[in-house]
């Protein structure tokens, strides 16, 4: 179905696919819209909406102290400690500084990098619910 709608939307035609389903969302449409009671909230390409996230992924050893560290770096919103590392909400320009402040702090950074939000995220942050209709909390 998604090599149909993909070959639809290549040969010029418009598709438009209503879906709770974003993981394939994501992989079928150029441009989204999402609408949330009722209301247009928000529309852009797919590379847009992903590229809004302003993320860095960080994985530094030890984890809590690059978590502190980061925290105190001008320009960082947030900082979350996932399985993978560090989530650092920021504008990726701010990478070069984020890396000079930790390894100031003797912390080995191990990767940083770029990273993009889901539909998913962008969907939780635009209207503060999940997008399957679980209560949040």
């Known amino acids: 179905m998604r090599r149909i709608i993909r070959d639809l939307a290549d040969s010029g035609r418009t598709v438009l696919l209503s879906s709770h389903l974003l ?3 994501e992989q079928v449409c150029d441009r989204i819209g999402i609408i949330h009671h009722g209301r247009l909230l ?3 390409t797919m590379g847009e909406l992903r590229d809004a996230g302003g993320r860095l992924r960080v994985v530094a050893s030890p984890v809590d102290r ?3 560290v ?3 770096v001008a320009g960082v919103e947030a900082v979350e400690v996932t399985d993978e590392g560090l989530d650092v909400t920021t504008d990726p ?3 070069p500084a984020i890396a000079r402040a930790l390894v100031l702090a003797s912390v080995d950074v191990v990767e940083l990098r770029e990273t993009s939000r889901s539909l998913e995220e962008a969907f939780m942050q635009l209207t503060g619910e999940p997008a399957d209709g679980r209560e949040l909390g």
């Open 23 to 25: 993981a394939e969302v």
């Open 42 to 44: 928000h529309e852009q």
């Open 66 to 68: 690059a978590a502190e």
């Open 70 to 72: 980061l925290r105190g």
């Open 93 to 95: 320009a701010n990478a």
